[in-house]
């Protein structure tokens, strides 16, 4: 593919991730697909569709942006389009996914999580396995340099050999949760068991308590309920030392890193003192995650978050669901493919609806 090549965009869905969140006055860099794709020289949205005429126009009048279609397969059809965004409510992306697949499209972006069942993330999967076309699914922290950096301490073992995490989430585990699950699947592998129960709420996407067992022989304990803050990250043990890690939006300093030393005050004794981390340079995901898109129709470079990476974070959601129904230890992966999980809208207000 010639690397001077602009590619076509269109975007399903004109809400927050489509384009509204960098309508915020306190978000500065781009947050939202449309300006992800914006800022890059490679990349053009040529059409934009949703069902709220206002949400369209207000996106492409901003953005100058001439075809605008409240019919997703209307833009298919009318339109040479290379990477299509799926910025629209869970419960559509399987629909739109497959037609999207079938189009002559060449990367699918989605929003998380991937989709409301395993049944559907497998039919998602397969139509583009079969049309040749790359599923990306935007689990943000797979494309953050802060968070890339942590995985990289962890694999060269300066905490030695790994064996308890203690995890947290807001609330929302099919919202917040599949973040963080996929997260642990980043660090920690591939999960073998799953046993804990659900702290019931009236959104319909609760939170949960529980454990998460890798096949790794990682140990992960699982916070994720109501709080009037944000709480994201984990603690990790290993044989030689601690990471605490805390999420602070978009930001490069997430962690600390406490090794093991020998005391200089007492004898015998091991102390964790900190390490010091240079942060890495900072950029926004969903930057990085364009860039990665880029990189991949030119040269056919891996996508950092697939489709598979994103069932798999959808799966510990439902699984938890399962072992909270079933009161008992859970194996991974689920034998029943149409148990739905339906997101809360957002994991920042106690109803789960937004505001």
Sequence with gaps: MAKSKIYSVGIVGCGRMGWLFNEDKKITQPTSHVSAYMKNKRTRVVAVCDTDKKRINGLADKYKIKARYSDYTAMFKN????????????????????????????????????????????????????????LAV??????????QQVGELLR????????????????G?????????????????????????IIPDDSGDPGAKGIIEFESGVSCTLDSRWRDYLLFGMDVLGSKGVLQLRNQIRSNRIAKILRMTESLKETG????????????????????????IVRCLDNGEVIGCTGEDGKAALEIAIAFHET????????????????????????????????
């Excluded at 935007?138 to 968070?147: G, I, Q, V």
């Design 269 to 292: 004794i091991q102390e964790l003192q900190p390490m010091l981390i240079k942060p890495p340079k900072w950029r926004p995901p969903i930057v990085n995650a364009v860039e990665n």
């Design 173 to 197: 585990l099919a919202n917040s949760g599949t973040h963080l699950f996929d997260l642990l699947r980043f660090y920690f592998g591939d999960v073998k068991t799953i046993s804990g129960q």
């Design 324 to 355: 909270s129904r079933r009161k008992k230890k859970v194996q991974l992966p689920l034998r029943n493919r149409v148990l739905k999980v339906l997101p809360r809208q957002t994991s920042f207000t106690k109803t789960g609806k937004l505001q």
């Design 156 to 171: 060269q073992g300066v905490l030695g050999n790994l064996d308890t995490v203690h995890a947290y989430s807001p609330v």
């Design 138 to 147: 935007f689990h943000n922290r797979r494309w953050d340099p802060a968070y």
């Design 79 to 134: 339109e040479q389009l290379d990477i299509i965004s799926i910025c629209t409510p869970t419960q559509t992306h399987a629909k739109i996914c497959k037609k999207a697949a079938a189009s002559g499209v060449k990367v699918i972006f989605c929003e998380k999580p991937i989709a409301t069942s395993l049944k559907e993330a497998d039919e998602m999967i397969a139509a583009c396995h079969k049309n040749g076309v790359h």
